[in-house]
């Protein structure tokens, strides 16, 4: 029983005292993850205006950190608290397989949004057609076949990893096949959501110069009403655009009128409350709003598991200290719990929708407290 305990400890003199800042730290994630992650789930169940294609992407990827904060961290924190897994082996096995499943998730759920994105941005046809409701249908269940395909084989080699005070596959006994999985999801991945980002930066900066090349004069706009902005659809992009500015169409050459002028005074014709340069650039300026929030999700990521990684592969030895190792892998936490919060700074679809959630499920608690105080009062 002593050896069994043993084994599965990772109790060291430096990471005694961290242990409550981790268990701390584990709690809060846990909670703000979960209720995040749900939420984001329920407004996109229950909102109409959420409920589009590039957002089912977003909610993959909330399904994803909804498994790790809600199953697999409570476990990690446990763990923290006693300095030893108590799960067993086979729990042992199970939880790393749901660890790295739901990694592989988010990496493949970051590269299908960022190459959404860059469709969207450069080839329109490309992405109505890869990106349909069809398209969707084969595309998110295929991130979890594929990480469930690339981790399976690991299931014998999942163990209690001490450095880090969780399970995890072992890092050397499952080379070099590990090393070939590490590379392709975490670099290789990464940095091609990283180029594809790069690609769309350039892309919108350009059509922003063209937009304010072809810009009218302040002059003739007056003596034009404002054409009505185009709808946009679910990724934010406007699709109807001012005939006047459609690329390669000449502007009017109608003949002018014979008809003699009027002496009368000129009909005084109130301008459009909409200015034509921001009518023109709303479209832009939404897909500029959604990417960015995109992008962010992305730079957390790379903020959150970089260090840890950086820290495997310079530590090959594992001579560093325990704590630094446990700090690393606290900050990998962060990731599930935090992209909620950036939807609901940055998109104010969600944020609307967070809020009626919110205030829905307070709505028992106000009214049982108003019929407490009333019947105070009445007493």
């Excluded at 084989?153 to 399970?167: A, D, G, I, K, Q």
Aim: aromatic content about 12%; hydrophobic content about 45%.
């Amino acid at each position: 029983m002593w050896q069994k305990l043993t084994y599965f400890s990772c109790y060291h003199p430096l990471v005694v005292e961290y242990r409550y800042f981790a268990v701390l730290w584990g709690c809060l994630v846990t909670i703000t993850g979960t209720v995040g992650n749900l939420m984001t789930v329920l407004a996109f169940a229950t909102d109409p205006c959420i409920r589009t294609r590039f957002n089912v992407l977003i909610v993959n990827l909330a399904l994803a950190d909804l498994l790790y904060c809600a199953l697999l961290q409570p476990v990690v924190t446990d763990s923290y608290l006693h300095l030893r897994w108590r799960g067993g082996a086979l729990g042992c096995r199970a939880f790393g397989l749901l660890l790295y499943v739901s990694n592989a998730v988010s990496v493949l759920t970051l590269c299908l949004i960022a190459v959404s994105r860059y469709l969207l941005v450069q080839r329109r046809s490309t992405f109505e057609r890869l990106f349909s409701a069809r398209g969707l249908l084969l595309l998110l269940p295929s991130t979890w076949a594929l990480g469930l395909a690339s981790f399976g084989p690991f299931w014998p080699v999942y163990v209690f990893m001490p450095l880090v005070c969780t399970c995890s596959f072992h890092w050397t006994r499952g080379r070099p096949y590990t090393t070939i999985l590490l590379f392709l999801y975490c670099f290789a991945g990464l940095f091609c959501v990283g180029v594809f980002y790069l690609l769309i930066y350039r892309r919108v900066r350009l059509a922003a110069r063209a937009v304010l090349r072809h810009c009218p004069s302040r002059r003739s706009s007056r003596m034009k009403v404002a054409p009505a902005a185009g709808t946009e659809d679910d990724s934010g992009v406007s699709q109807g655009e001012p005939p006047a500015h459609r690329a390669g169409t000449p502007p009017s050459t109608s003949p002018p009128s014979k008809t003699p002028p009027s002496t009368s005074p000129p009909s005084m014709t109130p301008p459009s409350t909409t200015p034509p340069r921001a009518t023109q650039s709303s479209g832009g300026d939404e897909l500029k709003r959604v990417t960015r929030m995109c992008f962010a999700v992305f730079l957390c990521f790379v903020f959150c598991f970089v260090p840890f990684l950086l820290l495997i592969l310079a530590d090959q030895r594992g001579r560093a200290p325990p704590i630094l190792y446990m700090f690393c892998a606290s900050l990998t936490w962060l990731n599930s719990c935090i992209n909620p919060l950036l939807y609901a700074v940055m998109n104010p679809q969600f944020r609307r929708s967070y809020h009626l959630l919110l205030t829905r499920a307070f709505s028992p608690l106000g009214r049982l407290w108003r019929a407490l105080r009333n019947r105070s009062a009445s007493c």
